[in-house]
């Protein structure tokens, strides 16, 4: 198929021109994507420090009682702070999934699929450009991450 081919053209174009002018196959400088990252970086490490503000904001709130309003009011409180905890754990992830982008980008391996190997693809990167594994390989972890919590 005619698309297929062209997408192929775009990445070799890519390869060949991260070894001259180091532009990555995602079509952008590494100085424009570290920044890029570096940025979302920071972005994050804010959220998470929000979260953490409204958890801590929560606990100092929540006292103990017995009458019906106290448990009603605890098991409010321990839903909000089990939201922030989701929201700091996605974060987290996120910020890795980051770092390695950057390690990547130092050791010239930026843009490739950490499990097969192959490049990332232009389109996927520039969507996300801490992407550190293709479409195919990420699809297939999400599956057996959501396999694995159902057998939980
Ligand atoms: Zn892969």
Redesign the pocket.
Known sequence: MRPTISVLAVQQKGDAMSAVTETSNCGQTSQAIRERLARRREFLLSDIRAHLREALHVTEESDPGTGDLERATEAAHEEELALNIADVERDSDELSAIKSALDALQAGTYGL??????A?GARRLSLNPAAT??L???SEREHMAAAASRRR
């Open positions: 699929c950490l499990d097969c190997g192959e990332i594994r293709c195919a390989c990420a």
